[in-house]
């Protein structure tokens, strides 16, 4: 294989002269061989971002001569288009605060800017990864305003999924308005509740989780890009420290603003801590919910059967006709891995040092994943389960008309001491409480008739 050799303050390597990585990307995949998963695309694209702009930025301020700047531009236009993504070949998960992530970004830009100019690659004195590309920058305001790039865009990924789930629960709360089922409290029957009700909160759960999600894109907008090292903006030109997150706003076209304080902006990681736990809360409301209806459409016969999740796939390799509630269960594990990377990232968040954090690379590793995973969970909610869930609306009555819940609705009437009598009456001897009630002629057939009809015991209604 032909090679070229390049140096660094280390000695001497030889990279393959087909790459557009250098030597510092090539230390840094011997290096960390952690993961075996490439970095996110999101990820690629952001920081190719946030060097286009910085390119802008430094031929405005005249650091950096019109033809290399137009080339670096070219070449990052490139890479937003798609191309040179297979040379990003450093781990997610890396030691040294991202530096290796921000060089092979830096070198791949610079090699394929050298061509632009007609050089070839690791010919670094036509396009240094530094001098050139890396000016006015450290990987201290690059690395964390890329993953803050990089996690907006997945949140409105995660936001258009728990938008179609909000939508997909309001319309099965019309739907099933009418069908009266019994509450529980405790896994006990308690007092009627309408199916659509339980839809209705469903959808009422998911609609907080939307409004939090918008609250954490607010802060991810937020950028300590132009405070380099530690966020003094040493080496950076003060203009270009003014302008260049404006510039970068123009090139993602979307609202950035640059933090007011820089150096706590890099010091602190505590907004992916926020939303870290907006998105534990959500996969908890996700679980419980997941939960709920696995336990409603449990059976088909011999469990609470009230409603019917659709069929997927088979559900055993040895039980003919068994299905299982695959796609809730899956929704359950996802959350559990969210839940886990909560921990994760609050620990590394926490781990921080005086002026910078090194363990952002885990961070957002981990909250990439919590939102990936989480947006495609929720897309498969919506598609294979939720959109296709039926009722068993005459199981679901009959549950009601024997339940002794439903004498919650004789407290006012008859107190709740005789409730309690008549009660465990039912329970022991298996009539109805209907029955009990009009046998000792405590209240009239009319009048049972108004305070048990179940569709008022799931509205207010005045006591007389």
């Known amino acids: 294989m032909k090679t070229r050799t390049e140096r660094d303050s280390i000695g001497e390597k030889e990279i393959p002269f087909v790459a557009y990585y250098g030597i510092n990307t090539a230390r840094a995949a011997e290096n960390f061989s952690i993961t075996g998963r490439p970095m996110r695309p999101e990820m690629i694209r952001s920081i190719t971002r946030i060097k286009k702009a910085a390119a802008i930025t430094n031929f405005e301020c005249g650091h950096l001569e019109k033809d290399k700047a137009d080339a670096i531009q070219i070449a990052c236009n490139e890479i937003l288009a798609g191309r040179f993504h297979g040379d990003f070949i450093v781990d997610p998960i890396q030691g040294g605060a991202g530096t290796s992530f921000n060089m092979n970004a830096n070198e791949v830009i610079a090699n394929r800017a050298i061509e632009l100019l007609g050089g070839k690659k690791g010919d670094y004195d036509i396009i240094s990864p530094n001098d050139h590309v890396n000016y006015g920058q450290s990987t201290n305001d690059v690395f964390p305003s890329c993953g803050r790039l990089a996690t907006l865009s997945l949140l409105n990924h995660a936001t258009f999924q728990l938008e179609r789930l909000h939508a997909a629960f309001r319309d099965k709360s019309h739907e099933f308005d009418g069908v009266i089922k019994m509450g529980r409290t405790q896994l006990q029957d308690a007092v009627p509740i309408r199916l659509g009700q339980e839809f209705r909160a469903y959808a009422a759960a998911i609609k907080r989780d939307l409004e939090r999600f918008e609250i954490v894109k607010t802060g991810m907008s937020v950028l300590n890009l132009g405070g380099t090292a530690i966020g003094t903006g040493l080496n950076a030109d003060p203009v270009y420290v003014k302008t260049v997150v404006g ?75 068994k299905i299982n509630p695959v796609i809730p269960e899956v929704v359950n594990q996802v959350a559990f891995n969210i839940i886990g990377n909560d921990i994760a990232i609050t620990m590394a968040a926490e781990a921080g040092q005086l002026e910078l954090n090194a363990f952002e690379p885990i961070i957002f590793f981990k909250i990439f994943e919590s939102l990936i995973t989480l947006t495609n969970a929720v897309r498969t909610f919506v598609d294979n389960c939720v959109m296709g869930i039926t009722v068993n609306e005459e199981h679901c009555k009959l549950a009601v008309e024997n339940s002794v819940g439903i004498i919650t609705a004789l407290n006012p009437h008859i107190g709740y001491e005789k409730s309690a009598y008549y009660a465990k009456e039912a329970v022991a001897t298996g009539a109805t409480v209907r029955e009990l009630i009009l046998r000792d002629e405590l209240l009239s057939p009319a009048e049972l008739d108004k305070i048990l009809d179940p569709y008022s015991m799931t509205e207010l209604r005045e006591i007389v």
């Open 247 to 321: 510039n970068l706003s123009k090139v993602c076209d979307i609202p950035l603003t640059q933090a007011e304080d820089l150096i706590d902006a890099t010091q602190n990681l505590d907004e992916f801590v926020f939303i870290s736990g907006i998105l534990k809360a959500c996969a908890v409301s996700l679980s419980k919910i997941s939960n709920d209806l696995r336990l409603i459409s449990s059976g088909p016969r011999a469990g609470i059967g009230e409603i019917n999740l659709p069929p997927r796939q088979p559900g055993s390799s040895i039980m003919p006709g």
